[in-house]
C-alpha cells in the first residue's frame, strides 16, 4: 500500500473528437499521453488549427518525465511541434515506428530537429520517472497503433489508443488480446478506452473485407478509377494497390501526404508496392485510362487537398472527365461533411461518377463498435472506467455498455477536459478543475480565443502591418515587377533597410512556389503568399504584424 495519488487529467478528447491530450501525473512527475490537434470549424474564419490549452504542461514543464504517441494521427501527434516548442526542457517523445517516423518528419517541418524521439516497439516496457509504460499492440487505421500500459505503485492504468478489434487484419497481426486479459489478471486499476463508435451496435467489419469491395467496383470501370482515402491509412493503400493489380490496373500517387506516407510506409515494410507499379504525376494524361487507377488525398473535401483542387478543375496532373469513377473509400468526420457534398457535387458537375460507402461498403471504420467495447472491459476487469475519445452523447453511451458488463456505476467515471481523476488507496473522485480549452492556430502564429477582428486590431496595435503587393504573370504565375512592400507601424524596421529587401526576395519565392506547384487560383496563391511572408517576419523579427497579400494578374 501506498499513500501516492494517480491524477488522471484530460487536457482533450472528452465531450468532443479530436485533440486528445492526457496527463498522468504520480508522485509530482508527468507522463503525457498523445498530444492531439482538430481542425477548425468552418465557422471558425481565419483559424487553421486548433490545440488543446496546454498552460498545465507549460507551468510544468520540469517535471513531465515523457511524452507517450499512441499513433500517428493528427488528433493524438499534431499538436505536438506547439507543445514542444513552448516546453523549457522538452521531454523525450516515444511511439511506434511509423508513429516516430512521422513525428520526426513533422518535427523537422517545424524546424524542431533537437526533439527526441524514440522509437517503441509492441510488448516493450521502458521506465520514465516513477511510471512504468508498457505498448500493447492494437488495430485501428494505422500500422504501429498502440494502448498504453502506465503502472506506478498503486497500480496500472490502460488508455487504448484508438483500436477495433480486427481478427483478419491486413498486417495479419490482431490486437494482443492476451496481453490486455493478463492485464485484467494482474488487477487493472483504471481503464481510459476509446468512445468513437459507442453509437455503433455489434462489431466493425475488418479492413480485409474491403479489399474485395474494392475489386468489385473496379472491376466495373471502364475508364480512370480515382480512390481518395486517408494517407495515413496506409493498409488501405495497400488494399487498393492490391485490387489495381488483380485488374491489370497502374497506380498513381497523388498529393503530397499520400507520396510521403507511403514512402515511409515502404520503407518501414507495412506496404508492399512493386517497383515497376508506379505511374509518375506527370504521365497520367497519356497513360489509358482503363489501365491506371489514381490514390489521392482529399477525401475529407479538404481545401488545398489534390481531389478537391480536381474537382475544381484545377489540378495540374488529373482533369476528371466523363467515365472516371471517384471512389471514396473513407466516410467524413464530423463537421467535413458539408465539404465533402460540395466536392462530390462539383466531381459529377465534371462528368465523373461518385461512390462512396454508402453505395458500397468500400469503407472500414478503425475503431471498434459496442460489442468491442464490451470485451474490451470484460478482457481488462478494470476497477475505475473513465470514457475518453468521444462527445459528451458517445461518453454516456460507452459508459452505458461499461454498466451493462458489470461495472458499479459508482466506478465509472464521465470526464471532462480539464477535470482531474484522482484516485488513491482509499477510492477514486473528480479533484479541483484545472486550467483547459482550446488554442487557435492562425499559419505560425499560437494565441488564445479572440475573434478575427480583435485579432487583427491586437496586431494592427502592437506589431503594425505589412501590405506586399505582387504582380504576376496570367500566363506562367511569376513575378514580373519586383513587388512593392508597404509598411506601418512596424517597429524597429525603416525604410532602409536590407530587411525590406530580404522580404522582397521572400516574396518572389513565394510566387515562384506557387508558380512551380501550379497553381492558378489568385486566392490560393495569397493564400501562400501570407503564410511565407508572415513566416519570414516571425522568424527574422520575432513579431507577428498583419500581413495583407494583394496579387494582381497581367
Ligand atoms: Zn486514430
Ligand atoms: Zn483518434
Known amino acids: ?120 516497439l509492441a510488448t516493450q516496457t521502458f521506465e520514465a520517472g516513477p511510471f512504468s509504460i508498457e505498448m500493447v499492440k492494437m488495430a485501428h487505421s494505422i500500422p504501429d497503433s498502440f494502448a498504453v500500459a502506465i503502472t506506478t505503485e498503486l497500480g496500472t492504468m490502460l488508455m487504448t489508443g484508438d483500436y477495433k478489434f480486427d481478427q483478419t487484419p491486413v498486417d495479419g497481426v490482431p490486437a494482443d488480446v492476451a496481453r490486455l486479459a493478463e492485464l485484467g489478471r494482474e488487477g487493472l486499476l483504471l481503464l481510459c478506452g476509446d468512445s468513437t463508435n459507442a453509437d455503433r451496435q455489434g462489431m466493425s467489419p475488418s479492413e480485409s473485407s474491403v479489399g474485395p469491395r474494392l475489386r468489385e467496383v473496379f472491376a466495373r470501370c471502364r475508364g480512370r478509377i480515382v480512390v481518395t482515402c486517408f494517407a495515413s491509412n496506409i493498409h488501405r493503400v495497400q488494399q487498393v494497390v492490391d485490387a489495381a493489380a488483380a485488374l491489370d490496373r497502374r497506380v498513381s500517387l497523388i498529393g503530397r501526404s499520400m507520396r510521403k506516407n507511403t514512402n515511409i510506409g515502404r520503407m518501414l515494410g507495412h506496404i508492399d508496392v512493386p517497383e515497376g507499379m508506379l505511374v509518375g504525376p506527370k504521365e497520367i494524361e497519356d497513360f489509358p485510362d482503363d489501365k491506371l487507377v489514381i490514390i489521392s488525398t482529399g477525401s475529407q473535401g479538404e481545401p488545398l487537398s489534390a481531389l478537391r483542387r480536381m474537382a475544381h478543375g484545377d489540378h495540374p496532373n488529373v482533369d476528371l472527365h466523363d467515365g472516371d469513377t471517384v471512389i471514396f473509400s473513407a466516410t467524413p468526420i464530423p463537421g467535413n461533411e458539408r465539404a465533402v457534398n460540395e466536392t462530390i457535387d462539383r466531381i459529377y458537375r465534371l462528368g465523373a461518377n461518385v461512390i462512396t460507402p454508402s453505395d458500397v461498403p468500400v469503407h472500414a471504420s478503425g475503431h471498434g463498435y459496442a460489442e468491442e467495447l464490451k470485451l474490451m472491459i470484460n478482457l481488462t476487469r478494470p476497477r475505475y472506467v473513465m470514457p475518453v475519445h468521444g462527445d459528451h452523447r458517445r461518453l454516456r453511451l460507452h459508459s452505458e455498455l461499461a454498466e451493462a458488463v458489470g461495472v458499479p456505476p459508482k466506478s465509472i467515471f464521465r470526464g471532462e477536459n480539464g477535470l482531474p481523476l484522482e484516485i488513491d488507496a482509499s477510492g477514486a473522485r473528480f479533484g479541483a478543475r484545472e486550467q483547459a480549452g482550446l488554442i487557435f492556430v492562425d499559419g505560425v502564429e499560437v494565441g488564445d480565443i479572440e475573434d478575427v477582428a480583435l485579432r487583427d486590431r491586437r496586431m494592427l496595435s502592437a506589431d503594425g502591418i505589412f501590405i506586399v503587393v505582387a504582380t504576376i504573370s496570367e500566363q506562367d504565375g511569376r513575378s514580373v515587377v519586383p513587388p512593392e512592400i508597404i509598411f506601418r507601424g512596424v517597429p524597429f524596421v525603416e525604410e532602409s533597410d536590407s530587411f525590406v529587401d530580404e522580404l522582397r526576395e521572400a516574396v518572389d519565392g513565394s510566387l515562384a512556389h506557387s508558380a512551380e506547384e501550379e497553381i492558378s487560383e489568385i486566392d490560393l496563391v495569397q493564400d501562400h503568399l501570407h503564410d511565407d511572408v508572415a513566416e519570414f517576419v516571425y522568424e527574422r523579427l520575432k513579431r507577428r504584424p498583419m500581413i495583407l497579400p494583394v496579387v494582381v494578374e497581367v
Open 1 to 120: 500500500m501506498t499513500n501516492g495519488t494517480l491524477r488522471v487529467l484530460p487536457l482533450g478528447g472528452l465531450g468532443e473528437i479530436g485533440k486528445n491530450m492526457m496527463v498522468v501525473e504520480y508522485g509530482g512527475r508527468i507522463v503525457v499521453v498523445d498530444t492531439g490537434l482538430m481542425f477548425p470549424a468552418p465557422d471558425q474564419l481565419g483559424i487553421d488549427l486548433v490545440l488543446p490549452d496546454f498552460t498545465y504542461l507549460r507551468e510544468r514543464a520540469e517535471d513531465i518525465d515523457a511524452i507517450v504517441l499512441t499513433h500517428g494521427h493528427e488528433d493524438h501527434v499534431g499538436a505536438l511541434p506547439f507543445v514542444l516548442r513552448e516546453l523549457e526542457s522538452a521531454p523525450p517523445v516515444y511511439g511506434g515506428p511509423l508513429t516516430a517516423a512521422m513525428v520526426r518528419s513533422k518535427l523537422d517541418e517545424h524546424r524542431l530537429k533537437d526533439a527526441e524521439v524514440r522509437d517503441v
